[in-house]
């Protein structure tokens, strides 16, 4: 647009030349979306040097009167600066003026769209390490919380321009999105040590008194019925069982059963009779004697001790039979409890793990948060 031009009587020329200028500059991304931008502005002749036209700043900084608002950039300040260069080419001085404008993001926007969802979302991976091994969710959470933060990822790189430097942003979703597959990764490992069945091989003995002594008690681990302040109470003993002929199986204590061998022959008088029919005499009662078996460690109680045996003139063969049968009830009684006491103390190794790893990937979520939060402030 042509203006008219404003001639003073000191000889002072004033034109107002209304013009949309338009500029670039680079943007660097690091910081993103808590960076900040400055963009030069230069202003000089290519036509007339310094000796036919002298350019001076009456303000040393820019005029931001006018300025429209922007919903994006927040302008901090625009200084203006007078540089001299002398060219090779030429001897003569050449005059500008260069405007730095100072810029910043507002990240209120990006603030609540993407970094509280992606640490909301971080929060929930250690989670998975509480999940119980049982319940079947573990891994589901994992790769559900990994594929939310792929989509935010996508979100970030849609709304920030490029460049070759990765942004502050894109760096904690990496690192959060890294963090999330190793713990899927170590889920997978704990639900194999969980699901050891009986054939397991027994926990080292390192394992014993590192896992399930010191970090079980650090991490307050305790089994059904323990508590920090109560030892663990040891099961009640298992009682023996005395089995007769003829008579009623009484319980004895210390997990042992006895088995008498009372049959008579057919030549030794009438069979003895039971409490309902009266009184007997002596020589009519049956033999309680026999033997002991330890239903807890196998074989018979006291071999090598004098025990009072049953009476030989009054035992059959098939008793033999009966005593085989309850050691071998005793010897698969032993197998259940070891691979019982084997499978439990796997589950609880598993468990301590657990609580280890959420506490510290708790500890990894909290930091990086910490540090993408202070970059704001």
């Not at 404003?6 to 680079?26: F, L």
């Not at 079947?136 to 460049?163: D, H, I, N, Y």
């Not at 970090?215 to 298992?238: D, H, L, T, W």
């Not at 009372?262 to 030549?267: A, E, I, K, T």
């Amino acid at each position: 647009m042509e203006t008219n031009v404003v001639i003073r009587y000191d000889g002072q020329i004033m034109w107002d030349s209304p013009a949309i200028t338009k500029s670039s500059c680079k943007v660097d991304v690091s910081y993103f979306p808590f960076d900040g931008q400055q963009c030069r502005l230069t202003f000089g002749s290519w036509t007339y040097n310094g000796n036919q036209i002298d350019i001076l700043n009456s303000m040393d900084t820019g005029d931001l009167t006018d300025f429209v608002e922007n919903v994006e950039w927040e302008v901090l300040g625009m200084p203006a600066k007078r540089n001299v260069i002398t060219y090779g080419c030429c001897s003569d001085p050449y005059p500008d003026i260069t405007y730095t404008l100072h810029l910043k993001r507002r990240a209120s926007f990006y603030i609540f769209n993407l970094l509280l969802p992606c640490i909301m979302i971080s929060f929930l991976a250690p989670l998975g390490f509480y999940l119980p091994a049982d319940s079947g969710e573990k891994v589901s959470l994992g790769v559900t919380v990994l594929l939310a933060l792929t989509v935010f990822q996508l979100l970030v790189a849609e709304s920030m321009p490029p460049s070759e430097n990765v942004p502050l942003i894109g760096k904690y979703y990496i690192a959060t999105m890294t963090m999330i597959t190793a713990s899927t990764a170590l889920t997978i490992f704990i639900m194999n040590i969980h699901h050891c069945g009986p054939g397991a091989k027994p926990v080292p003995k390192w394992a014993k008194k590192f896992i399930l002594q010191y970090m079980a008690r650090i991490f307050f681990v305790y089994e059904v019925g323990e508590s920090c302040k109560s030892p663990r109470q040891e099961p009640n003993p298992i009682p023996r069982v005395r089995v007769v002929n003829g008579g009623a199986a009484n319980e004895e204590p210390r997990g042992q059963a006895r088995v008498c061998r009372d049959v008579s022959s057919p030549g030794d008088g009438p069979p003895p009779r039971s409490p309902s029919q009266g009184h007997s005499s002596p020589s009519e009662q049956p033999d309680w004697s026999g033997k002991y078996v330890d239903l807890e460690f196998g074989g018979e109680e006291g071999e090598g001790l004098e025990q009072p045996a049953c009476a030989k003139r009054r035992c059959l063969c098939h008793h033999n039979s009966i005593l085989r049968n309850v050691e071998y009830i005793a010897n698969c009684f032993r197998d259940q409890k070891a691979a019982s006491k084997r499978t439990g103390e796997w589950k609880k190794v598993a468990k301590v793990m657990d609580r280890f790893f959420m506490w510290v990937f708790f500890a990894m979520v909290f930091i990086m948060s910490v540090l993408i939060v202070g970059k704001a402030i």
